[in-house]
């Protein structure tokens, strides 16, 4: 039976700590759209995402309104373009046309999928499609890109990183009138997962069904209201705190999903356990590790507890859902999260510190922007760097990173909305080109031999 | 099935009337009523049996909703799954 107080810590969570789903994604396999003639592909492409996702919005808003639970984005991601491209050659920016097209007529905001994995080499489509990828996010509005370059199996594709700098560099410089926001709609990953929810990463893997809903939640703010009423508690209690208000944020997100899943008559795939958070007060992931304890987030400790939390949000949504998975941990994208900005405003967060902080947590450098004159080598390395880390630990990490052309220390990009604004964040100036330079690939690390 | 009506804010004469009247008008079948202050927050509770209602659960929310804008409160109206699946294993 239903009590009052748990009616209205419900309701609390919905009205006051910014709890909501944050993304029904519908994934869509487009392996059946590939055709030589590249205008029939693109029409086939547009069909199928109607066909396939022309309820999904609105479903999303009926649930939405009978649970009484935010639903903040209805979004599309698809099979890698780069596979379904290979088999038309030439210049594939018509399916990004075709992409944003189909978005838009059936109203979600953003529909990602524009991708090509490369961790072992480039395949047939893979390099136009890379080449592609400035012209494809400057002249489309709702198409996200990604490229994998790397993998613990595989290892890292050091040709793929060098040429990425390069991408990520024609990004922002293709759309300098928009705040550079190209390069904020391109992820570069190491270990990408198949069934991500979260933009700008989704993509529709290979080993997906045909069609599939996947649920994104979110909650930062729900977790650093549960703490603050705990100020003496040691640091297991503090575990144990987050594995709890986790479990109930999940909850809801298995029930959406489910209820999605339904309606569309689309198997419901998995649930992101994820702490994303959003410019908002009261929304930030960064406010969650200064109430454990840090005057600001970015100083020591950081790490220590940003793992802690990021274990305890995972322990706590395992047994709430049926099925995990996607990038499943805390976001530390700086942008986007109220607590992040103060903190790479003041100082105090830098990009060392949050290279060691993707360690720890699901994602990688996420929403980092960088100084206008920094090298297309320079964002390589970055994203070596990057790549590095999640290959030797096993896990997703990825580069988010957008160069400010014209900017430097101390200004700010503003996107506005949940991209949010990020400072200038200053990077090291020494150069790593001549390791970029030799290409070629990083051998798996012996952690991928496990069979 | 169920689901559950809460308002809350700041405590004003014919806010029950108010609410179980739209319930009534719309053929939702009031089952209990639960008053209570919560640190700050007052909140009245309503479970209510919404399988005849005579329009959709939907729009009875946004109906709620504006009503609760008009008396300058805030009432959410939700499926009870969203509580049941919230605090029960």
């Not at chain 1, 909650?219 to 109930?248: H, M, Q």
């Not at chain 1, 994303?276 to 200064?290: F, M, N, Q, W």
């Not at chain 1, 830098?350 to 320079?378: F, Q």
């Not at chain 2, 309503?46 to 409160?73: N, P, Q, R, W, Y």
Request: glycine share 10%; net charge negative.
């Amino acid at each position: 039976m239903l009590n009052a107080y748990d009616i209205l810590e419900t309701i609390r969570m919905i009205q006051d700590e910014c709890l909501d789903i944050r993304t029904i994604t519908m994934g869509i396999s487009l392996l059946d759209c590939i055709d030589s003639d590249i205008n029939k592909a693109c029409q086939k492409v547009y069909d199928k995402i109607i066909e396939k996702s022309k309820n999904l919005v609105k479903v999303g808003s009926d649930i939405e309104k009978e649970f009484g639970i935010p639903i903040i984005n209805k979004r599309i991601s698809v099979t890698p373009i780069s596979i379904v491209s290979a088999a038309c050659g030439g210049n594939p920016v018509p399916f990004a046309k075709a992409l944003d097209e189909a978005a838009e007529a059936v109203g979600v905001n953003l529909i990602g999928g524009y991708s090509a994995l490369v961790q072992k080499g480039f395949s047939a489509g893979d390099l136009e499609l890379i080449k592609s990828i400035p012209e494809a996010l400057s002249v489309t509005e709702r198409v996200c890109s990604s490229v994998n370059v790397g993998s613990t199996k595989a290892g890292i594709n050091l040709d793929a990183c060098g040429l990425m700098g390069r991408i990520i560099r024609e990004c922002a410089e293709k759309t300098v009138d928009r705040a550079c926001f190209g390069a904020a709609k391109l992820v570069v990953f190491c270990n990408a997962v198949e069934d991500n929810p979260f933009m700008a990463g989704a993509f529709h893997g290979v080993g997906e069904p045909d069609c599939m809903i996947n649920v994104g939640v979110s909650g930062p703010g729900v977790v650093r209201s549960a703490l603050s009423k705990y100020p003496e508690a040691n640091i297991s209690e503090i575990a144990d705190i987050i594995k709890k208000t986790s479990y109930k944020i999940t909850r809801i997100g298995q029930l959406v999903g489910v209820t999605a899943s339904e309606r569309l008559k689309v198997p419901f795939g998995i649930v992101d356990l994820s702490l994303a958070p959003t410019p908002a007060v009261g929304d930030s992931v960064a406010h969650i590790l200064e109430e454990i304890g840090l005057e600001r987030c970015g100083t020591h400790g950081t790490t220590a507890t940003l793992a802690l939390l990021n274990d305890a949000v995972k322990k706590g949504g395992v047994m709430a859902c049926s099925r995990i998975g996607g990038l499943s941990g805390a976001f530390i994208p700086v942008s986007e999260d109220a607590g992040m900005i103060d903190a790479a405003k003041s100082g105090t967060l830098t990009i060392e510190k949050l290279e060691a902080m993707t360690a720890v947590c699901s994602v990688g450098l996420d929403m980092i922007v960088v100084p206008g004159d920094t090298t297309a080598d320079t964002l390589a390395a970055i994203i070596a760097d990057e790549a590095a880390i999640g290959m030797v630990n096993s896990k997703t990490t990825a580069v988010r990173i957008i160069p400010a052309i014209g900017k430097k220390v101390g200004e700010e990009l503003d996107w506005g909305g949940l991209f949010g604004c990020g400072p200038v964040m200053p990077i090291k100036e020494e150069s790593a080109s001549k390791f970029i330079n030799r290409g070629g690939q990083i051998p798996a690390p012996m952690q991928s031999l496990k069979n | 099935m169920r689901a559950v009506i809460t308002v809350v804010g700041k405590d004003a004469v014919g806010i029950l009337t108010k609410v179980s009247g739209i319930c009534s008008e719309y053929n939702a079948n009031v089952i209990e009523v639960t008053q209570s202050v919560l640190q700050d927050m007052f909140a009245m509770i309503m479970l209510v049996d919404i399988s005849k209602l005579s329009i959709e659960f939907g729009a009875l929310s946004d109906i709620m909703t504006k009503t609760g804008d008009e008396m300058g409160l805030k009432i959410h109206t939700m499926h009870e799954s969203v509580f049941n699946c919230m605090h029960h294993i």
